[in-house]
């Protein structure tokens, strides 16, 4: 029997939420503990479980994991959410580090001052309008099929959904241009791993507020003078 | 008919440059390409954005989207998941090294100083002693699976571009020093450390210039 991925970030979405969609999209239950103090960062550090002194980090499978993208990885390839083979795995690669980019717009978003987040708004919106919607849009109405590659649920998928979410927070009628994503996000978020996700009480977690961003800096000493794109 | 992969990048290292390096270890030989204008908008860019290599009937963006498969395609990325895990940990941190050595000459003037004290402390206190340990531990020739993978490519990479920088930053690092001679020695790493090779140099104030004209945001 192997033990639950256990989780360690702070109590809110930063980098670790995507880990969290996707473990809970392959229907993984997981455990978490939250980051609240320096001390327990500094314990942390100590121990050793931290390679490259950050977070976030996951326990899974006797590893100490850090670094999203090799944690993401890990989880796709165990749980088949990375295709079927090398050419898939590159699609998937490929439209999952488009949408990483575009959440990485939103993911300094809450720490930045009031004149700039406004410019960062239109800045996000803008780009998810322009260059990464219109992709996505055109994958899914080009080959007609419900998911984005090989006509199989994959990491793409959940990663964009989490996109489209997020900037749907930022711009309620986003996806007014896009019919093919609308279809998309209603398909997906009816997934039951999904569904379950999208419903309160799961380990998703919510916009970012000031005490994240207090939380966030008070624990690493850093962050203090973030700039909009 | 060539089989080789195409590269389209400014003529300079930025992001381009650790595909360079992994196709090279890979032995594998780029099409030679006179450098196109880097205003391609005719749809070959899925996100507006180079680099874009062509590879195997693929017109593949996103650097670690493009050197995963590389990797993949060569085996040069371990021989299992948990291989795999280890190697993609190693990149990532490497990547985050690269990063601060990628935006430094876009650094403003009176930052530059700042910045270099970054990299020169990031690769003395974060990065390296990571790899130090790591070979140290096993004694092992090559930081993955005792086996040549992309984490090695990268790591070696990474340990020159910051000499550049820093010339004498792996004099605390032992295992380092015979780590980077072992891997200037691999075949194809010494034949791509020779001139003429499609390796670049470092940037220089006309590169830094193009790039801005040409990716105004």
Not at chain 1, 58 to 69: A, L
Not at chain 2, 125 to 130: A, D, E
Not at chain 2, 167 to 177: E, M
Request: proline residues 6%; positive net charge; hydrophobic residues 40%.
């Amino acid at each position: 029997m192997s033990a639950k991925p256990k989780l360690y970030y702070f109590d809110g979405r930063g980098k670790m939420e995507s880990i969290r969609w996707l473990l809970a999209a392959a229907g993984v239950e997981f455990e978490e503990e939250f980051l609240e103090t320096r001390d327990q960062y500094e314990k942390l550090l100590q121990g050793g479980s931290l390679l490259f002194q950050q977070v976030p980090m996951v326990e899974i499978d006797g590893m100490k994991m850090v670094q999203t993208r090799a944690i993401l990885s890990y989880i796709a390839a165990k749980y088949n959410l990375y295709g079927k083979d090398l050419k898939e795995r590159a699609l998937i690669d490929m439209y999952v580090e488009g949408t990483n980019d575009l959440m990485g717009f939103i993911l300094m978003f809450p720490f930045l001052s009031a004149e700039d987040k406004e410019k960062q708004r239109a800045f996000i919106v803008q780009k998810a309008t322009s260059r990464y919607f219109p992709v996505y849009e055109k994958v899914l109405k080009d080959h007609g099929q419900d998911f984005l590659v090989g006509n199989n649920f994959s990491w793409a998928d959940v990663h964009l959904l989490e996109a489209i979410l997020m900037v749907e927070e930022k711009k309620s009628d986003v996806l007014s241009g896009f019919p093919q994503l609308q279809a998309f996000k209603a398909r997906i978020s009816s997934i039951p791993a999904i569904k379950k996700f999208l419903q309160p009480g799961s380990q998703r977690k919510p916009v970012p507020d000031d005490k994240y961003v207090e939380t966030v800096r008070r624990v690493l000493r850093m962050y203090y003078d973030v700039k909009a794109n | 008919m060539s089989g080789k992969p195409r590269l389209t990048y400014l003529n300079g290292r930025g992001r381009m440059e650790s595909i360079r390096w992994l196709l090279a270890a890979a032995g594998v030989e780029e099409e030679l390409t006179g450098f196109p204008s880097p205003l391609l908008l005719d749809g070959s860019l899925l996100f507006q954005q180079v680099p874009l290599v062509e590879i195997d009937g693929m017109k593949m963006v996103q650097t670690r989207a493009i050197m995963s498969y590389i990797a993949g395609k060569y085996n040069l990325h371990g021989k299992d998941l948990k291989e795999r895990a280890l190697i993609d940990m190693y990149v990532e941190g490497i990547s985050d090294l690269m990063q601060m050595i990628l935006m430094f000459p876009f650094s403003p003037p009176d930052a530059k100083e700042k910045n270099l004290e970054s990299i020169k402390d990031r690769a003395t206190n974060r990065y390296f002693p990571v790899f130090e340990k790591v070979l140290k531990q096993h004694g092992q020739d090559f930081l993955v699976g005792n086996k040549f993978s992309w984490a090695d490519v990268q790591l070696m990479e990474a340990i020159l571009a910051v000499e550049e920088k820093v010339p004498a930053v792996l004099s605390g690092f032992p295992q380092l020093q015979v780590f980077k001679t072992k891997m200037s020695n691999m075949p194809t790493i010494k034949k791509f450390l020779q001139p003429g090779s499609p390796r670049k140099p470092p940037p220089d104030a006309h590169y830094v210039e193009t790039v801005l004209k040409v990716f105004k945001k």
